[in-house]
């Protein structure tokens, strides 16, 4: 597997496109972004748990029913999320790029992402859509910028693998600072991929790549009313149909996960107000399951967050976390360690606290991508957990988010 630029637009048979069409004030902001393929392509998604959903979710669902699609289109500054009109505007947007494209709109996946319950006008999208059409190419940044909110930075990423003898491509973006915690979905990601797959082994593979990495993402413990994960696959790499669990779909389910899990860490690291990159790291649980929700309860954790930002080894705040988790634990086995660039320092052996040195654990923890390496002693289930430090500026974004 080899990584290669092309985020989106990376796989044979897709297009992209981001422009300013007038929903965000900030005109050098983009704030809509069109993705198509050449062919109709299976399709796979999932989504926020919350109970208040938005209404491109809604109609998502419903367009993806026969497991195909064959373009997404999202905008930015507007969540499209608890308006009457909702669902008239999100097939309104799929209607426009029937218009101009010719897809049908039974056909586009829709998304929206910006501030909930503010009325969105079809207006702005109806007058960007030309020029949106019109700059199709291999344009996934301005893609990836036409999907970001608060984010600081595009997310995308492409790789390539070889699937039944032929060379595939796999691209992605992303967006997600705010909001993110895991609960299925997370944020909006956007997948494209030319392997061959039916819709129902593309379905298989993203619900079960989720559980070990957009659902092991949490920067503020809030679960958005819009996350989706879509994946388009065309099939025009030429490789044998992946129809049924086996080698290919392993090798397929690999290469998905390498996508995902890049854009977990570019998420995390990008979280609002962050300073600090942390991957939460267990071992030795007595299962999967079991690393998992103590993995989630310490990057959930506010007062160890805190801490990191403050390059504070506080490690009792690690054991707190876990010890609330729920998880079956023996709590006299577990080992804590933090790593960094600096070097690796031990603060917790058998459950209890160890001599070291504040100023190495200073210098190790005031880098920007901090590990927290927690083991468990108890068996050989591991999982691994992103998010961010919490700073002030996270309060300032979210204390001023509608301005």
Sequence with gaps: MKKIAGGVCAAQGFKANGVHCGIRKNKTKRDLSLIVSDVRAAAACVYTQNLVKGA?????????????????????????TCNADGVEIAEGMCALVEKHTGIPAGDVVVASTGVIGQPLSLDPIAAGMDPLVKGLGENSDFAAQGIMTTDTVEKQIAYTFTLGGKECRIGAIGKGVGMINPNMATMLVFVTTDAAISPEMLQKALSMDVQDSFNMVSVDGDTSTNDMVCVLANGLAGNECVAAPGKDFMTFRKALHKVTSDLCRKIAKDGEGATKLLE?????????????????????????????????????????????????????????????????????????????????????????????LIDLGDGNGRATAWGCDLTYDYVKINGDYRT
């Design 56 to 80: 491109p979710i809604l109609v998502t669902k419903k367009h993806v029913e026969d497991g195909y699609a064959q373009a997404i289109v999202c905008n930015s500054g507007n969540a499209n």
């Design 280 to 372: 939460c790291k267990v071992s030795g649980a007595k299962s999967k399951k079991t690393a998992r929700i103590v993995a989630k309860s310490v990057i959930k954790s506010s007062l160890f967050k805190a801490a990191m930002f403050g390059a504070d080894a506080n490690w009792g705040r690690v054991l707190c976390a876990i010890g609330y988790s729920g998880a079956d634990l023996d709590v006299s086995k577990i080992g804590v360690a933090f790593k960094s660039r600096a070097g690796e320092l031990i603060v917790c052996r058998g459950g209890s606290g160890v001599a070291f040195s504040e100023e190495e654990a200073k210098k190790i923890l005031s880098e920007d991508e901090i590990d927290v």
